[in-house]
C-alpha cells in the first residue's frame, strides 16, 4: 500500500494549505480518504480524477468533507463528457435523510453508510471500522490485505477504545491537534502531543504519520514534544506530496 499526503491542517487550512485528505493507493485503485478544504484541486495533481475507485469519509464535519460537496460536480462533468460510467461509490456514517441533503447528484455517486459492523472486502482489501470518541459519529479506519495493516484514526477524543485496531499496525496516522500548552482539561474531541505519544505507546506502529495540524504550529515543534513524550514507531511529519509505503 502506498499512502500519499495531500492535506493535513485543520480546523481549516492555512495559505497553500488543505485540510485532511489522503490518498490510498493498492493494486493500481486509488481510494481517497477525508476531502477537507483544497484537497480536490491538490489530489489532481497526483492522478486523473476519473481515476478515483472509491472515497471514505470519517466523519461530517466540514472541515474534512467540504471539498466532497464540489468533488459531486467534478464526477457530474465526468458522466457528461462519457469519461466515467459507474457511480463512485462513497462511504460515510450518518443517517439516510442526512446522507440525501448532502449528495444532490445520487446518479453520479454510490452512497454507503458504514457503521462499527461495516466489513468491506475491495479487491484483496479489507475494510473495518471504529467509532472514536468526537462531537459526532466517527470512524477510524482499518485497511488491511495479507502482509500490512494501515490505520487512519481520523478525529479522536482521548476516551476511543481502540482495542478492536490493537492487532499489528504497519502505519498508524494520528491526529494531533493541541499543542500540550493548548490542551484541554480532558480534550474528549481531539488529541495533543502526549496523547499522542501514549497511544502510539499502547498500539505500537511500526510507523506513525501525524495530522490534523492547526494551522499556526510549527510541525517542528509538535514533532519534539511527541518525541519527549516517548512515541513509539518512526515518526512522519505530514507535507504535500509525502509517500508512505506500508
Known sequence: MKVTVIGYQSPYPGPDHAGPGFLLEHEKKYYLIDVGSGVLSRLQKMIDLNKLDAVFISHLHHDHMSDFLVLQYAIQMQFI??????PLPVYFPGIPNQIADLIPFQHFIDPHIIDEQTL???NDLEISF???EH?????????????KTFVYGADSGTGTKWSPFADQTDLLILECTYMQ?????RPSAHLATS??????QWLK????????????????????EVVDYGVLGTLHLPEFGKVVFV
Request: net charge positive; charged share 40%.
Open 81 to 86: 463528457m462519457e469519461r466515467r460510467t459507474k
Open 135 to 147: 462531537a459526532v459519529p466517527c470512524f477510524a479506519m482499518k485497511f488491511k490485505t495479507r502482509e
Open 205 to 224: 506502529p511500526k510507523q506513525l504519520l501525524l495530522t490534523h495540524f492547526y494551522p499556526k504550529y510549527d510541525p517542528k515543534e509538535i514533532e519534539k
Open 195 to 200: 496523547d499522542v505519544a501514549e497511544i502510539s
Open 120 to 122: 468491506l472486502y475491495l
Open 130 to 132: 471504529l467509532r472514536t
Open 181 to 185: 500548552k493548548d490542551r484541554p482539561a
